[in-house]
């Protein structure tokens, strides 16, 4: 300090015992994918004296397999300008076992105010249940809502060049708002959202327990209106007071808004029953092996066959698997179900001697119901002359032949003795 005329404390400066070998860390770093701990071990194998928080801080001060930090950025939004959607997973106690839940969140970015539920699982019929109570807690919604790049939403890309599912653009477009998707590792782009995950997570699910899914999604609500009335020093304000503004700058809800549904098709188990997402649903019991088509909504599960309603149920919630069953739908004690021969047999059957016949022997010499056997017979009927059927049938009862390849055979050999007789009276057995 005397010598140099300042009062200024220089910089103490050792050199590290690693400074000799920052090119050969570098390469073990590399060798290693990145783990320090292997190339501190490799380091100490070649006898080099060095500890291990010696080897790291060495590393950060020349930028050796660490990233210089970025500054964290800072967005602006407009009244109705965005809204971010995302979703998280969570644990929470449900019917006393704890369970893992997806929670879906939606954040308008000017007034802040929050609306999220819970779900066994997230998928597109989900997001767009939730999205629906979303938008109709808030009265509208904005022109841009913004996700990360979920497949969910997404059909292809991702950022900027992604591209919305058809089914999910076509829900965006009915209420007036489009997706976009922020940058992958972008994910300050969606901080709005992103938030209050950890808020959710340490205010709203700890220490509590729920009943099912629709007892938790009822205090998420309730949840939602005090948060969204609490005062904030950053804002000044509470997000209802600041929702007022914002409320005439969003996009109105279309004057009716349909209910969502999924449509799936199952056939009916010999149990009477109908499976969807774990869980099974009855259904009268005379429908056994027919297919029936599903309509899902948020809350029920109704089955129709045709245009007629069979069957509605509460829709069960939960990850456990379990079976709903309406009395009306079981026969009564000592009543089976009504056992009908399928309709391939009773037209075969209505055909008269000797296909009636041959059907029901040939469902007996058949695998399992004989439906194929009975559905290619009546093909025949159908098809083909009804003399050469009768001929070749009963041709086929007397030798007790019930190789439908070779009864097609006996029908066409019919067929050409009797409708294409050649010039001179010979047949083509007589050529052969």
């Given at each position: 300090?005397?010598?140099?005329?300042?009062?200024?404390?220089?910089?103490?400066?050792?050199?590290?015992?690693?400074?000799?070998?920052?090119?050969?860390?570098?390469?073990?770093?590399?060798?290693?994918?990145?783990?320090?701990?292997?190339?501190?071990?490799?380091?100490?194998?070649?006898?080099?004296?060095?500890?291990?928080?010696?080897?790291?801080?060495?590393?950060?001060r020349h930028s050796i397999g660490h990233e210089p930090p970025r500054p964290a950025g800072?967005?602006?939004?407009?009244?109705?300008?965005?809204?971010?959607?995302?979703?998280?997973?969570?644990?929470?106690?449900?019917?006393?076992?704890?369970?893992?839940?997806?929670?879906?969140?939606?954040?308008?970015?000017?007034?802040?105010?929050?609306?999220?539920?819970?779900?066994?699982?997230?998928?597109?019929?989900?997001?767009?249940?939730?999205?629906?109570?979303?938008?109709?807690?808030?009265?509208?919604?904005?022109?841009?809502?913004?996700?990360?790049?979920?497949?969910?939403?997404?059909?292809?890309?991702?950022?900027?060049?992604?591209?919305?599912?058809?089914?999910?653009?076509?829900?965006?477009?009915?209420?007036?708002?489009?997706?976009?998707?922020?940058?992958?590792?972008?994910?300050?782009?969606?901080?709005?959202?992103?938030?209050?995950?950890?808020?959710?997570?340490?205010?709203?699910?700890?220490?509590?327990?729920?009943?099912?899914?629709?007892?938790?999604?009822?205090?998420?609500?309730?949840?939602?209106?005090?948060?969204?009335a609490k005062h904030r020093r950053h804002l000044h304000g509470s997000a209802r007071e600041?929702?007022?503004?914002?409320?005439?700058?969003?996009?109105?809800l279309p004057p009716f808004v349909p209910e969502v549904y999924a449509l799936h098709h199952?056939?009916?188990?010999?149990?009477?029953?109908?499976?969807?997402?774990?869980?099974?649903?009855?259904?009268?019991?005379?429908?056994?092996?027919?297919?029936?088509?599903?309509?899902?909504?948020?809350?029920?599960?109704?089955?129709?066959?045709?245009?007629?309603?069979?069957?509605?149920?509460?829709?069960?919630?939960?990850?456990?698997?379990?079976?709903?069953?309406?009395?009306?739908?079981?026969?009564?004690?000592?009543?089976?179900?009504?056992?009908?021969?399928?309709?391939?047999?009773?037209?075969?059957?209505?055909?008269?001697?000797?296909?009636?016949?041959?059907?029901?022997?040939?469902?007996?010499?058949?695998?399992?119901?004989?439906?194929?056997?009975?559905?290619?017979?009546?093909?025949?009927?159908?098809?083909?002359?009804?003399?050469?059927?009768?001929?070749?049938?009963?041709?086929?009862?007397?030798?007790?032949?019930?190789?439908?390849?070779?009864?097609?055979?006996?029908?066409?050999?019919?067929?050409?003795?009797?409708?294409?007789?050649?010039?001179?009276?010979?047949?083509?057995?007589?050529?052969?």
């Amino acid at each position: 300090m005397l010598s140099s005329g300042t009062a200024e404390v220089p910089p103490f400066e050792r050199p590290s015992r690693a400074e000799p070998r920052k090119e050969q860390i570098e390469e073990l770093l590399a060798r290693c994918k990145g783990n320090l701990v292997r190339v501190h071990e490799e380091l100490m194998a070649e006898g080099l004296s060095l500890s291990y928080p010696a080897l790291t801080a060495f590393c950060r001060r020349h930028s050796i397999g660490h990233e210089p930090p970025r500054p964290a950025g800072h967005y602006d939004f407009g009244p109705g300008q965005e809204m971010q959607h995302d979703t998280s997973p969570h644990r929470a106690t449900i019917a006393g076992v704890e369970q893992r839940v997806e929670t879906a969140s939606l954040v308008l970015c000017y007034s802040r105010m929050l609306f999220f539920q819970g779900y066994p699982a997230f998928n597109r019929f989900a997001c767009k249940v939730f999205l629906t109570d979303a938008l109709t807690y808030l009265q509208g919604a904005a022109r841009v809502c913004m996700i990360d790049n979920t497949h969910v939403v997404v059909a292809s890309g991702t950022g900027r060049d992604m591209v919305s599912a058809p089914e999910m653009a076509a829900f965006a477009e009915r209420f007036g708002f489009v997706f976009r998707a922020h940058e992958k590792g972008d994910a300050n782009r969606s901080a709005r959202v992103e938030r209050p995950f950890r808020f959710i997570e340490g205010n709203f699910l700890a220490g509590r327990s729920f009943a099912d899914f629709d007892d938790l999604n009822r205090q998420a609500l309730d949840f939602c209106d005090r948060v969204n009335a609490k005062h904030r020093r950053h804002l000044h304000g509470s997000a209802r007071e600041l929702f007022a503004a914002e409320r005439d700058h969003l996009r109105p809800l279309p004057p009716f808004v349909p209910e969502v549904y999924a449509l799936h098709h199952r056939i009916v188990d010999v149990e009477g029953y109908v499976s969807l997402a774990r869980h099974r649903y009855s259904v009268p019991y005379a429908l056994i092996g027919r297919q029936i088509e599903i309509r899902e909504t948020k809350d029920r599960i109704d089955a129709y066959l045709g245009p007629r309603l069979v069957a509605s149920h509460r829709k069960a919630a939960g990850r456990q698997s379990v079976r709903i069953t309406a009395q009306e739908h079981r026969p009564r004690r000592g009543e089976g179900p009504e056992k009908k021969p399928p309709p391939e047999e009773q037209e075969l059957t209505a055909a008269g001697e000797p296909l009636g016949r041959y059907a029901l022997a040939l469902k007996r010499h058949s695998a399992g119901r004989g439906t194929l056997a009975l559905r290619r017979l009546l093909a025949f009927h159908r098809e083909y002359p009804r003399e050469a059927v009768a001929k070749a049938v009963s041709t086929a009862l007397e030798y007790g032949l019930f190789d439908l390849e070779r009864l097609e055979r006996l029908i066409l050999r019919t067929i050409a003795k009797d409708y294409f007789v050649l010039p001179g009276g010979r047949d083509t057995d007589d050529d052969d």
